[in-house]
């Protein structure tokens, strides 16, 4: 089975750090980009970070560019986002998501990108 | 970064009740636009990608269509089970952006 597993969530307070995992398992995590994505409480959802399957490639959302840190070990089919200098609004649950290419011929053939497998999700709360 | 903007933000609908989400891009994205399924406390499902798409194993009743910066999901006939928030991104460029998603309630 496909599956992706978050951990690491907690209670912090502003300022201080924590450190998410996830845990890839069922299909060839060395070949997937990855993406974090967040969703704060009542909120809508909101894309955090994404890294490629070499590691080679890495973008970040500007509301955590300098404090977060995504990473992955693809030995350990693992994920990782170590999260630095936390503020009241990056309390949220934060879901890890598997990149998938998808390939769609008409004429020609394009490709297209989607979070097709996500995480059940871990809880971060800042606050003092 | 590319806004996406969906309407309505809320709906209420019966079970057999056709059903459309708009979602709007800021700029053009071509057909980068996914659409996403969220019930309470669980995490998002991909229903369609590249804008009209069904993703496997989603129900043929759901069906998406657009280029561009207008887009439209589609629901031809509401199940009990299709009540949750739908969700818009773009998969165009980097940062990825959702819309602010929909509310699908029961009538």
């Known amino acids: 089975e496909v599956q992706l597993v978050e951990s690491g969530g907690g209670l912090v307070q502003p300022g201080g750090s924590l450190r998410l995992s996830c845990a890839a398992s069922g299909f060839t995590f060395s070949s997937y980009s990855m993406n974090w994505v967040r969703q704060a409480p009542g909120k809508g959802l909101e894309w955090v970070s994404y890294?490629?399957?070499?590691?080679?490639?890495?973008y970040y959302a500007d509301s955590v560019k300098g404090r977060f840190t995504i990473s992955r070990d693809n030995a350990k089919n693992s994920l990782y986002l170590q999260m630095n200098s936390l503020r009241d609004e990056d309390t949220a649950v934060y879901y890890c998501?598997?990149?998938?290419?998808?390939?769609?011929?008409?004429?020609?053939?394009?490709?297209?990108?989607?979070?097709?497998?996500w995480g059940q999700g871990t809880t971060v709360t800042v606050s003092s | 970064d590319i806004q996406m903007t969906q309407s309505p933000s809320s709906l209420s609908a019966s079970v057999g009740d056709r059903v459309t989400i708009t979602c709007r891009a800021s700029?053009?994205?071509?057909?980068?636009l996914n659409w996403y399924q969220q019930k309470p406390g669980k995490a998002p499902k991909l229903l369609i990608y590249a804008a009209s798409s069904l993703q496997s194993g989603v129900p043929s009743r759901f069906s998406g269509s657009g280029s561009g910066t207008d887009f439209t999901l589609t629901i031809s006939s509401l199940q009990p089970e299709d009540f949750a928030t739908y969700y818009c991104?773009?998969?165009?460029?980097?940062?990825?952006?959702f819309g602010g998603g929909t509310k699908v309630e029961i009538k």
């Open positions: 890294i490629s399957s070499s590691s080679s490639t890495i």
């Open positions: 700029q053009s994205i071509s057909s980068y």
């Open positions: 991104q773009q998969s165009y460029i980097y940062p990825y952006t």
């Open positions: 998501a598997r990149d998938r290419q998808f390939k769609v011929t008409t004429v020609t053939s394009y490709y297209y990108y989607g979070m097709d497998v």
